[in-house]
């Protein structure tokens, strides 16, 4: 999310009370602490340097207009480290959708380690990400059955670990658009605790379309097993 905008007013904060310095502008004066609210609503506090960009620590929020006369309403929220009019640094967002990031940010992207929350399912990933997406290390979370994706991620999507059940084992292989994919194992503990496991191979129920378009739905697969061995 943009947070610039043309028109504001801005305050000083960093003046004692006494002070007869003016305080108050339509424009980034100088250097310093200060609040800048936009025609918008939207409020910026924090620090300014030397080129009159944020840079040091600071909260935006970003507002949107109430139904009828009300009054604006807070839409998205983010409070942290900014470098040179960006977010980048350490910092918690709070998008409009409810969903939470706090973690490393660059050039208002994440980027580094950080933790996402998603609100709508309570899912939750931890790990690495490069330029907005997850990538590397890290490990999702469903809230719906606290099962866990614990492996390697590449461009937002999970490609290679484990696949891990609450109470019920693991799946080691490789991933595509969020589903196995060819050879992998099942394993799994008894009640009695024989440790059982299943060799095989998620294939596709149908033919492979070589036109089809990259963002189209991924074929079903099925799980292939070998006999299954125990130890």
């Known amino acids: 999310m943009g947070d610039e905008e043309s028109n504001y007013k801005v305050e000083y904060l960093d003046l004692p009370e006494d002070s007869t310095e ?3 502008f339509v424009w980034v004066a100088r250097a310093g602490k200060a609040r800048v ?14 080129e009159k960009m ?4 600071g909260k935006f929020v970003w507002m949107t207009q109430g139904e009828e006369d009300e009054e604006p309403k807070p839409l998205a929220t983010y409070e942290g480290e900014y470098a040179d009019g960006k977010r980048s640094g ?9 969903d939470t990031y706090t973690g490393e940010w660059k ?19 931890s790990g690495s990400f490069v330029d907005g997406e997850k990538e590397g290390a890290g490990t999702y979370e469903f809230g719906k059955d606290s099962s866990r994706l614990d492996g390697t ?22 991933f595509e658009g969020g589903q196995p994919i060819g050879a992998g194992k099942f394993n799994f503990v008894t009640a009695g605790g024989i440790k059982i496991a299943q060799e095989g191979e998620y294939k596709s129920d149908a ?25």
């Not at 944020?54 to 620590?57: A, E, I, P």
């Not at 050039?107 to 990933?125: F, R, S, V």
């Not at 033919?207 to 130890?231: I, L, Q």
């Open 54 to 57: 944020k840079h040091g620590t």
């Open 153 to 174: 991620w590449a461009k937002g999507a999970f490609t290679s670990g484990e696949w891990q059940f609450k109470d019920a084992g693991n799946y080691q292989g490789t």
């Open 37 to 50: 609210t936009y025609n918008s609503g939207s409020v910026y506090e924090g620090d300014f340097n030397d």
């Open 207 to 231: 033919p492979v379309d070589p036109d089809a378009a990259e963002d189209a739905e991924p074929p079903v697969r099925t799980w292939h097993g070998k006999p299954v061995f125990s130890s």
């Open 22 to 24: 003016e305080k108050e």
């Open 107 to 125: 050039d208002n992207k994440m980027h580094g380690t950080g933790t996402y929350k998603y609100k709508k399912t309570d899912d939750i990933y």
């Open 90 to 98: 350490v910092g918690t967002m709070t998008y409009p959708s409810g």
